[in-house]
């Protein structure tokens, strides 16, 4: 049964590997910026026990799913009903690559321009991955797959990512 979290800094890859991942029969997804946040409320954090209810849901409602995000106190509480763990950790360059490449996204930016307005204050927010210590940070990831008992891997660039999605999809699909 394909039960896997998905996480790393911005621009990673997350979502899609994930959305390769979900593209499989019955294989659902959750993607936690959509039950991280207060709804219609920008910036504004929902509350850990809201948040832990709606993965609730989603885990009773899916017996196949992948889950992805940068938050380890989401990634954490999931963490339990997973069997599998990827880490995407392609290094801090590749994650800005990837952002300064990613095509538009109409479920968090209103339009293009918008969201190359963010443009910079992402690139800085990827670069501090490395030094800071919170939920969002290398250091808390790391603790985060170093203390997962199911199978996990760390994942150094987009071609081992891609290599283990195909894998993937040719054992689940």
Known sequence: MLRIL????????KSTFAKNLACLPEVAHLDLDSIAWKPNQPGVRETLHLSFEAID??????????????????????????????FLNPGVKACQSNCRNRPWEP?????????????????????????????????QHQMLFDSFDGKK???????????????????YG
Request: glycine share 4%; with cysteine; net charge negative.
């Open 107 to 139: 479920h968090k930016y209103s339009s293009p321009a918008a969201q190359d307005k963010n443009l910079t204050m992402l690139l800085d927010w990827v670069a501090s991955y490395e030094s800071k210590d919170d939920e969002f940070s290398l250091q």
């Open 57 to 86: 849901t989603f885990i009773s409602e899916h017996s196949k799913w992948v889950i992805e995000g940068c938050y380890s106190s989401l990634l954490e509480y999931a963490a339990d009903s997973a069997n599998s763990m990827v």
């Open 6 to 13: 998905v996480f790393g800094n911005s621009g990673s890859g």
């Open 153 to 171: 891997y760390e994942l150094k660039s987009n071609s081992e990512s891609k290599e283990l999605l195909q894998s993937l999809k040719s054992t």
